[in-house]
């Protein structure tokens, strides 16, 4: 019932920006965890970014200093920028949310479809 939405995604040259977002809808009653994963060709998924409810954030080691996690006030709403991108940051993009839908009142997980993100000159 919780869907999460991504878009941004697309292609850029290496030291480029992109801004990704994802709006989490459905009767939610709270968003605990937010954030991003990513898979690239031939790689595992990987958690590149993430923000708590209280605001506390984690990067992957290879995009800190980067990347930047944001949630806009009052939305359901996540963002990542990313910033100096390299072509080893290509990969298919995808929002999670761990979320305590109204329904149940349980935590659950949540995954977006995935948004594609090419460096590439």
């Known amino acids: 019932q919780v869907q999460l939405a991504e878009s941004g995604g697309g292609l850029v040259q290496p030291g480029g920006s992109l801004r990704l977002s994802c709006a989490a809808s459905?009767?939610?009653?709270?968003?605990?965890?937010m954030g991003w994963y990513r898979q690239g060709t031939g790689n595992q998924r990987e958690l590149v970014a993430v923000?708590?409810?209280?605001?506390?954030?984690n990067y992957a080691d290879s995009v800190k200093g980067r990347f930047t996690i944001s949630r806009a006030s009052g939305e359901n709403t996540v963002y990542l920028q990313m910033n100096s991108l390299k072509p080893e940051d290509t990969a298919l993009y995808y929002c999670y949310a761990f979320v305590i839908p109204t329904a149940t009142m349980k935590g659950v997980g949540s995954w977006g479809e995935g948004t594609q993100v090419t460096v590439s000159s």
């Open positions: 459905g009767s939610i009653f709270s968003i605990l965890r």
């Open positions: 923000m708590s409810s209280g605001g506390t954030t």
